[in-house]
């Protein structure tokens, strides 16, 4: 409750700052421009960031441990100071304007920290009222509805599993009806059934016009849901694509076909192709380029038919977004 006191002053301070600040029209929810953040110390946690995050989309955050996502995040939300840089939520800059664009994000973090003694509806509708919006008991309503929370709206937070804890943090993000959500980590540790119910309450949000932007390790979750996805890696943001463009790019396919007769080496005369045969002589595997116009498979089919070799099937694989994201980050300098 200090804690939430504190908060309020600090809001109230940021009014007149708000006042005074003009949004600049951009087409973008956030815009990031030349953002480096140094921490205390000297580490060195972003490199000149340059991003922007369109209305309306879901964006991954993908990167391993310590690549300076949350500090990313931390500085968006307007919670980190950066060393460098400047950032604009809905066209107003995160710092200068602190109170309004605050009341436009709202911010899942990854741990509950307080509010233990609360029940979840005293503590939702207080996370409301922190922005200064009018109490709206229908809203909060709809919010604990939507997140499977309504049964347990009396109930302390202390009380509850981590996975309704976590719905309870989201809850409190949505209490004051942000256009920006971040969502750091949603999934990391719950189980399957509250991910798909969380996958489908962050779809349901795009399509209510919410901007979504999470940060996660489980490439799945950003193979499933991210329409743009974001590769983070060392404090520099490597890549930034479509995630479809960004499959068909850099992904490789292969076309797996199983012999009709095992063999124990590969016949000469198909050397020079991609081919692997597997260890029991039972699968010839070929890797090509899927973008390429010429991607060698009428020549190798038309090898292997000369060549009197048989098959019984044939299938092709696409690499996974996992796939693309180990090899990328392997090669980061
Ligand atoms: N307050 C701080 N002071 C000094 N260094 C920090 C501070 N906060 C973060 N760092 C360092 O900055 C780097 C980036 O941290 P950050 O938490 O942004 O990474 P992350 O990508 O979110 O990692 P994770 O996936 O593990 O949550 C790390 O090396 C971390 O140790």
């Known amino acids: 409750m200090v804690e939430s006191g504190r908060k309020l002053e600090r809001l109230e301070s940021g009014t007149r700052d708000a006042m005074n600040e003009q949004a600049t ?43 300076g996502k949350t500090t990313l995040i931390s500085i968006i939300c307007g919670i980190v100071k950066p060393s460098g840089g400047t950032v604009t939520a809905d066209g107003h800059d995160v710092l200068r304007g602190y109170r309004i664009t605050r009341s436009k994000i709202g911010l899942v973090p990854q741990e509950l920290s307080t509010d233990a003694f609360e029940t979840v509806w005293a503590s939702v509708r207080f996370s409301r009222g922190l922005y200064g919006r009018p109490r709206n008991d229908k809203h909060i309503e709809k919010v604990l509805r939507d997140l499977s929370l309504w049964d347990k709206k009396d109930a302390k937070i202390m009380t509850l599993s981590g996975g309704m804890k976590r719905r309870v943090l989201i809850a409190k993000a949505l209490a004051h009806e942000p256009s920006i959500l971040f969502l750091d980590e949603p999934t990391a540790g719950v189980d399957v059934e509250l991910r798909h119910d969380m996958w489908r309450m962050v779809r349901r949000l795009r399509e209510s016009g919410v901007t979504v932007i999470l940060t996660t390790h489980y490439i799945d979750e950003a193979e499933e849901m991210a329409d743009r996805v974001g590769v983070i ?76 070799v048989d098959f019984k099937d044939l299938h092709t694989l696409e690499s996974s977004l996992e796939d693309i994201f180990v090899s990328l980050v392997r090669e980061a300098p």
Do not use: C, W
């Open 25 to 67: 029209p951009t087409p973008h929810a956030v815009s990031v421009r030349g953002v480096s953040k140094t921490y205390k110390g000297g580490f060195q946690a972003l490199k000149s960031i340059d991003l922007d995050i369109r209305r309306g989309e879901i964006f991954a955050l993908l990167g391993p441990n310590g690549a």
């Open 233 to 308: 890696t060392r404090g520099e943001l490597i890549l930034v694509e479509d995630k479809h463009v960004l499959m068909r790019k850099l992904g490789k396919k292969q076309l797996v076909i199983s012999l009709q007769r095992p063999m124990q080496v590969l016949p000469e005369g198909l050397d020079g192709h991609a081919l692997e045969l597997a260890g029991d002589g039972a699968t010839l595997t070929y890797t090509f380029d899927a973008q390429s116009d010429d991607t060698g498979i009428t020549v190798l089919l038309r090898k292997l038919g000369d060549l009197g």
